[in-house]
């Protein structure tokens, strides 16, 4: 079985998305900037089925491509799906992806969609996600969804994609905790160009 983890490219004050985020601007105002590392190195990463061509240290490009091969699907809060606009058809990882909702979109419901809108709850798209990523692990985002799997203990590692920037407002990652402090166990740095990839296990 593989681990329940979360990644997000994030400000080193806590963000995931500028302030305001909407059709219009999906990372919210300022957001894009989080961004930024997908095109600040030299070495070219293709994310296989896709047009995307990402230029990244030689570093990132290793763990980016670490990091598909060890997804077999996604969880996903339905802000996220409807923001990126089901990511134009499919996410670029090619994964199937479960998106938590209280109401199905029906236009994505069709033979072959890779995306499967859950309406019981968060465990149950993590059961469905497990079920289909088998050995593989399961990735889960954004941030109203990754505080709810911190809350039921049910994450097993967090990445952060450190952005050297300070957002100041916006949607953050790890909010809504409680008090308690949680454990967290280092267990990798990668020094990128413009990005510090940084993973953590939860201690359960
Ligand atoms: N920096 C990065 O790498 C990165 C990556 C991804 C996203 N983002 C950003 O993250 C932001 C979105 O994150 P978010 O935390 O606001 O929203 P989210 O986690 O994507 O989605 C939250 C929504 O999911 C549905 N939901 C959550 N839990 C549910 C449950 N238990 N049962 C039923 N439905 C449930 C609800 O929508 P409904 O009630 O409408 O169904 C809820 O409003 C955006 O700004 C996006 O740009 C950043």
Request: hydrophobic fraction near 40%; proline fraction near 5%.
């Amino acid at each position: 079985m593989g681990k329940v983890r979360t990644g997000h490219s994030t400000s080193l004050d806590g963000f995931i998305a500028g302030p305001n985020d909407g059709p219009q601007a999906p990372m919210g105002e300022g957001g894009e900037r989080l961004l930024a590392w997908y095109a600040g190195g030299d070495t070219e990463y293709r994310l296989p089925g896709s047009e995307m061509i990402f230029k990244v240290s030689p570093q990132s490009a290793e763990f980016l491509r670490e990091t598909r091969e060890t997804t077999g699907a996604l969880v996903t809060g339905r802000r996220t799906f409807d923001l990126t606009g089901g990511w134009g058809g499919g996410h670029p990882l090619g994964v199937p992806v479960f998106v938590v909702t209280h109401s199905v979109a029906q236009e994505w419901v069709y033979e072959g969609s890779p995306f499967t809108f859950v309406t019981d709850g968060l465990e149950s798209a993590l059961e469905q996600a497990k079920a289909v990523a088998g050995d593989k692990d399961v990735g889960v985002g954004a941030a109203n969804i990754v505080q709810q799997c911190i809350r039921a203990g049910l994450l097993d590692e967090i990445h952060v994609d450190l952005v050297p920037v300070l957002l100041g407002d916006g949607v953050r990652l790890l909010d809504h905790l409680g008090t308690e402090p949680i454990e967290l166990e280092s267990t990798r740095v990668i020094e990128g160009a413009g990005v510090t990839h940084l993973t953590f296990r939860v201690v359960k």
